[in-house]
């Protein structure tokens, strides 16, 4: 939904022996400790949003991995063909960063949602994450 206040989003990698369900149980947790409000429309506004993209390549329908918007939405799209540009999409075996250029093709990135609001100086991060955005960015 458009008419909504900006919301960060980012993407993280992480390395765990979790299962999908523990897993989601955490992420849940995580939302309603920072106050997610469960009670708007599925794309309404939020504090925070936890989406697991992938897990490994599991294949599951009823847990929704990998996410069911793997290969339609920007905001999946490029953060995985940044960390994995030769890494494929468990289901159709299309390359992350073949995915990204089809979404952009035509668009400029404003014309596709991604844009950056400030400096990564200015957002709310601790100085681990501070750190590892402002060397990604190089």
Same mark, same amino acid.
């Given at each position: 939904?458009?008419?909504?206040?900006?919301?960060?989003?980012?993407?993280?990698?992480?390395?765990?022996?979790?299962?999908?369900?523990?897993?989601?149980?955490?992420?849940?947790?995580?939302?309603?400790?920072?106050?997610?409000? &469960?009670?708007?429309?599925?794309? /309404?506004?939020?504090?925070? !949003?936890?989406? +697991?993209? #992938?897990? =490994?390549?599991?294949?599951?329908?009823?847990?929704?991995?990998?996410?069911?918007?793997?290969?339609?939405?920007?905001?999946?799209?490029?953060?995985?063909?940044?960390?994995?540009?030769?890494?494929?999409?468990?289901?159709?075996?299309?390359?992350?960063?073949?995915? &990204?250029?089809?979404?952009?093709? /035509?668009?400029?990135?404003? !014309?596709?949602? +991604?844009? #950056?609001? =400030?400096?990564?100086?200015?957002?709310?991060?601790?100085?681990?994450?501070?750190?590892?955005?402002?060397?990604?960015?190089?």
């Amino acid at each position: 939904m458009a008419n909504q206040p900006d919301y960060l989003n980012i993407s993280v990698e992480a390395e765990t022996d979790k299962g999908m369900e523990e897993i989601r149980a955490i992420a849940r947790a995580i939302e309603d400790a920072m106050g997610r409000n &469960r009670n708007v429309p599925k794309f /309404g506004p939020r504090i925070i !949003d936890i989406d +697991i993209l #992938l897990h =490994g390549d599991t294949i599951d329908a009823e847990l929704n991995v990998p996410h069911v918007q793997t290969e339609t939405q920007m905001f999946v799209v490029l953060p995985l063909a940044e960390l994995y540009p030769e890494g494929k999409h468990p289901v159709s075996g299309k390359l992350w960063a073949d995915l &990204r250029r089809e979404l952009l093709e /035509g668009r400029s990135p404003q !014309d596709a949602g +991604i844009r #950056l609001q =400030g400096p990564i100086e200015s957002l709310p991060l601790g100085p681990k994450a501070r750190q590892g955005l402002l060397q990604a960015k190089g």
